[in-house]
């Protein structure tokens, strides 16, 4: 089982990017799908998820109404379309997968991360 992240980079204040996660080896539509960060010095925080089951979405105060997340069954792929990015955006995003309907449990599977970088 595996998760692969990519899209990160650098991009301005107010920019925008898409991250995807591509999964493989496990049963996607089993699974719940969230993105968590950690910046620097700080601890993980989760970010959004999505739940193949029923396609529910959620998503941190911090980020409502900024990113998207969405899933592509077809492809077996996690999207997070961020808008409007701020510095304090700035953070190792990764995609993580957990064998629910709802975006909790443990024996979750780890992607190893993308940087993202908002300057200002």
């Known amino acids: 089982a595996q998760l692969v992240e990519s899209g990160g980079g650098l991009v301005q204040a107010g920019g925008s990017l898409r991250l995807s996660c591509a999964a493989s080896g496990f049963t996607f539509d089993d699974y719940a799908i969230g993105w968590f960060r950690q910046a620097p010095g700080k601890e993980r925080e989760g970010v959004s998820c999505v739940s193949n089951s029923d396609g529910r979405t959620y998503y941190a105060r911090s980020v409502k109404g900024r990113f998207t997340t969405t899933s592509d069954q077809a492809k077996n792929t996690v999207y997070l379309i961020m808008n409007a990015l701020k510095p304090e955006d700035t953070a190792v995003y990764y995609c993580?997968?957990?064998?629910?309907?709802?975006?909790?449990?443990?024996?979750?599977?780890w992607g190893h991360g993308t940087q993202v970088t908002v300057s200002s």
């Open positions: 993580a997968g957990v064998r629910n309907t709802y975006c909790n449990g443990t024996g979750w599977i």
